[in-house]
């Protein structure tokens, strides 16, 4: 608690949790009221909302993060473009719920992930890792008038983790279960999956990336459609094709699957390159766009299938799906399939909101970080010890 900004943790607040995702659709905005920290955290949410992305400026997101264009002044303009797209986002949730901005209290945002490198590489003699997520905080924090948490990644890679997957912390405060072991599957442009053995301590859960999530299956459906569906909306495009078994035993051969955890990937394995090698591999086997979106999709089940079989210390005896992913029921239906005997439903079969359930995290994180209460998960992200994540915009 030296370091702590807040004291009095029964007071309830209002928080504003952030959420972009990598397939940089828009930005989640979560208003939730807090109460407590640390295990005694309680969250109750009250409105939600996704400001979507313009063409213009998803495009412009997906070209930096692939790595080869952009410079300094890219980077430095785009930063505090998003910052004020976040705080459009913020000011469009505060009139939806009707509240001001003067009653929000605190702010977390993830940002936009534009670079992620956990492996180091030789850097100028010496060996450097690193991640890079822009939005900047200041902005959002001068526009709302509280402070703000972002930018989190950082620290965790600092004390030698990988920076992800970040949400394992908040999902034990949140859905710990003395009576079985739960399995937390996000699905989002990447997968990720968070086990939390039945009745667990913190140092007892583990965590990582399953491989893609929507990523490859928002990019078939673009070229399917060519360029009409920015995913496949209902799993529909992949339900018209057929899941083809050459192909899928291809993708099956994946390095990242067989990569013990700690691990995390992103657009920097699965992205344009990726899924050109994919439809290459496709016509050179006569598979047609639909089928290799249908085996695609089969293969988001699969990765989770395989991570859940070969990493996971227990097996989960319930997943609960979210993110984008969990609103595919052919995406839904597969998953199933693949895991027999696991009760396998989403988390508005809970009565929680999927789509909200990273940027709600977001928010306990930066509860937590304002509290000067480690906030990472160390068995899930490879960090030597629990560190206080995010740098805070007063």
């Given at each position: 608690m030296k370091y702590a900004l807040f004291q009095n943790a029964e007071a309830p607040r209002l928080a504003i949790g952030l959420m972009s995702g990598t397939s940089a659709?828009?930005?989640?905005?979560?208003?939730?009221e807090i109460t407590g920290c640390g295990v005694s955290t309680k969250v109750a949410q009250r409105a939600f909302l996704t400001l979507p992305f313009s063409d213009e400026t998803r495009r412009r997101i997906l070209r930096v993060a692939a790595g080869d264009f952009g410079g300094s002044e890219e980077l430095c303009r785009m930063n505090?473009?998003?910052?004020?797209?976040?705080?459009?986002?913020?000011?469009?949730?505060?009139?939806?719920?009707?509240?001001?901005?003067?009653?929000?209290?605190?702010?977390?945002?993830?940002?936009?992930?534009?670079?992620?490198a956990p492996d180091a590489q030789e850097y100028l003699g010496r060996p450097?890792?690193?991640?890079?997520?822009?939005?900047?905080?200041?902005?959002?924090?001068?526009?709302?008038?509280?402070?703000?948490?972002?930018d989190f990644r950082v620290r965790d890679m600092a004390a030698g983790?990988?920076?992800?997957?970040?949400?394992?912390?908040?999902?034990?405060?949140?859905?710990?279960?003395?009576?079985?072991?739960?399995?937390?599957?996000?699905?989002?442009?990447i997968g990720n999956i968070t086990i939390l053995p039945k009745g667990c301590a913190l140092d007892e859960v583990s965590a990582f990336d399953t491989g893609p999530g929507?990523?490859?299956?928002?990019?078939?459906?673009?070229?399917?459609?060519g360029g009409q569906a920015r995913y496949d909306d209902g799993g529909r495009l992949a339900a018209g094709g057929a899941v083809n078994a050459a192909l899928l035993a291809w993708m099956l051969k994946d390095p990242y699957l067989q990569t013990p955890p700690p691990k995390t990937t992103g657009r920097e394995v699965y992205g344009a390159a990726y899924v050109d090698a994919l439809c290459a591999e496709a016509s050179a086997l006569g598979c047609t766009l639909s089928d290799a979106l249908a085996t695609a999709t089969r293969f988001t089940a699969e990765c989770i299938r395989?991570?859940?079989?070969?990493?996971?210390?227990?097996?989960p005896q319930r997943l609960i799906v979210g993110g984008g992913g969990s609103m595919n029921p052919t995406l839904m239906a597969h998953i199933a399939d693949c895991l027999p005997g696991c009760e396998v439903l989403t988390n508005e079969q809970l009565g929680l909101d999927s789509?909200?359930?990273?940027?709600?995290?977001?928010?306990?994180?930066?509860?937590?970080?304002?509290?000067?209460?480690?906030?990472?998960?160390?068995g899930a992200t490879g960090a030597a010890?629990?560190?206080?994540?995010?740098?805070?915009?007063?």
């Open positions: 659709d828009g930005i989640d905005a979560v208003l939730v505090f473009y998003l910052g004020e797209l976040h705080a459009d986002a913020c000011e469009a949730l505060c009139a939806q719920a009707g509240v001001v901005p003067g009653d929000i209290a605190f702010v977390g945002s993830h940002g936009q992930t534009v670079f992620h450097v890792r690193g991640t890079l997520q822009i939005t900047e905080g200041s902005v959002i924090a001068e526009r709302l008038g509280c402070p703000v948490v972002s983790g990988l920076g992800a997957p970040l949400v394992p912390y908040t999902e034990y405060l949140l859905y710990r279960d003395d009576t079985r072991t739960v399995g937390l599957q996000n699905i989002g442009g929507n990523m490859v299956m928002d990019a078939l459906a673009a070229r399917l459609t395989v991570g859940v079989k070969r990493f996971c210390p227990q097996r789509a909200a359930k990273e940027a709600v995290a977001f928010a306990v994180l930066a509860n937590e970080t304002l509290y000067g209460l480690a906030n990472n998960a160390p010890h629990p560190v206080v994540m995010g740098k805070i915009s007063l």
